[in-house]
């Protein structure tokens, strides 16, 4: 059975940095594409950034572009969501997420495993 487990949430001040990590377990974690998502109280999840299989195609959402970068490290089973130049609305729980397409995917509905989420709190 394929588990995601993300580590790396916690506290920070606005202008700080954090990495998030998310291992897999179980699976053939090389041939999946994966992303990130978020979801803040109260407030759908939505999409943050995603990379394709291989690591050579990424998307970021608006609100992160320039800021974030999201990396996949085969040798390791664990994908990475560097967050730069953090804001107070950052804050949410982050969510890892695993799919069997190829390029990256965007939408919440492409993804069939998931992670159970860490928090990130930016305080201003």
């Known amino acids: 059975q394929v588990q995601l487990v993300e580590s790396g949430g916690g506290s920070v001040q606005a202008g700080d940095s954090l990495t998030l990590s998310c291992e897999v377990n179980?699976?053939?974690?090389?041939?999946?594409?994966m992303g990130w998502f978020r979801q803040a109280p109260g407030k759908e999840r939505l999409f943050v950034a995603a990379i394709s299989w291989n690591g050579g195609s990424t998307f970021f959402a608006d609100s992160v572009k320039g800021r974030f970068t999201i990396s996949k490290d085969n040798a390791k089973n664990t994908m990475y969501l560097q967050m730069n130049s953090l804001k107070p609305e950052d804050t949410a729980v982050y969510f890892c997420a695993a799919t069997q397409h190829q390029g990256w995917a965007s939408r919440i509905s492409e993804y069939g495993l998931w992670g159970q989420g860490t928090q990130v709190t930016v305080s201003s």
């Open positions: 179980g699976g053939r974690f090389s041939s999946l594409a």
